[in-house]
């Protein structure tokens, strides 16, 4: 069976190793900081995207779940939301208008969420390049769970074969395709917001209440439904550092637990943080 093209694509400098001479990774701190209602995070992106282009931070990853929330893009079409929001508030979710790319998408507890606030100056200036590197953040952490996973033509996303989980040739091989992850990105002066949702636990029938990302021909599915392994979140994702640094190509050292902590803007800005720890970092 043909095998991942993404996969294959970046295989050879894994296996060969970084060249001599070559520069070292850019550093970055990701830190894990439990579950956390949406609007108060997005709030957070912003404090810490505004430091990052004044040099007071670095990039920085933000790992975490949500409680139930349905975000809308820009451009994102309402009817994608199929209860109004008098029956979302009765089951407690959220209905939150925000700025990253896509449709409708859903967020809640069981799935991992990582916001990478990133500065892709100077060498970095390529969104598609961007965003393939979220999704292949997403592959090997399927991977590290036994699935396999890819991308698909036209569709944003991590994609696997709900019916051969341990294998992907490719959605023309797949017999039925599902979405393990969602990408939704937003970039401005070249620093990012918004990132990925990747589905360890999540209760998928909440997905039934839209059309996740306005696709109607295609399930959304989970680690759980595809190996019977209910993991938590905070578990993945404190041992995410490896799938981060590979696939974002950056030094990850480890992930941080800041769940406890209240005030995460002030634990994540240095105001003393001089702009060649910051923006001219590379």
């Given at each position: 069976m043909p095998t991942n093209p993404l996969r294959d694509l970046l295989q050879p400098a894994r296996d060969q190793g970084a060249p001599l001479g070559a520069p070292k990774p850019r550093s970055a701190r990701a830190v894990w900081i439990g579950r956390r209602r949406y609007a108060p995070i997005h709030d957070l992106q912003k404090q810490l995207v505004e430091a990052r282009a004044q040099g007071r931070l670095g990039d920085t990853i933000?790992?975490?779940e949500h409680e139930p929330v349905i975000t809308l893009?820009?451009?994102?079409?309402?009817e994608n939301v199929l209860l109004d929001s008098g029956a979302l508030n009765e089951r407690d979710i959220d209905l939150v208008a925000t700025g990253r790319?896509?449709?409708v998408t859903y967020h809640g507890p069981g799935q991992l969420v990582c916001y990478p606030l990133l500065d892709l100056r100077p060498d970095r200036c390529d969104v598609r390049k961007y965003v393939?590197?979220?999704?292949?953040?997403m592959i090997l952490l399927a991977r590290e769970h036994h699935v396999e996973g890819g991308v698909v033509d036209g569709m944003i996303g991590?994609?696997?074969?709900?019916?051969?989980?341990e294998e992907w040739g490719g959605a023309e091989w797949a017999r039925e395709i599902a979405k393990l992850g969602a990408i939704g990105?937003?970039?401005?002066r070249w620093l990012t917001m918004h990132g990925?949702?990747?589905?360890?636990a999540i209760d998928l029938a909440a997905f039934e209440l839209i059309v996740p990302c306005g696709i109607r021909d295609h399930g959304v599915t989970s680690l759980h439904q595809l190996t019977g392994r209910k993991l938590t979140v905070a578990e993945v994702a404190l041992a995410s550092a490896p799938q981060l640094a590979r696939g974002l190509d950056l030094d990850v050292a480890r992930v941080e637990d800041l769940s406890a902590v209240a005030d995460l803007a002030g634990a994540l800005i240095a105001p003393e943080a001089v702009a060649g720890e910051g923006r001219g970092a590379r």
């Open positions: 933000l790992l975490l893009g820009p451009r994102a079409n309402p790319g896509g449709d393939r590197s979220l999704a292949e953040v991590v994609w696997v074969d709900r019916a051969a989980p990105v937003r970039l401005s990925f949702a990747f589905n360890i």
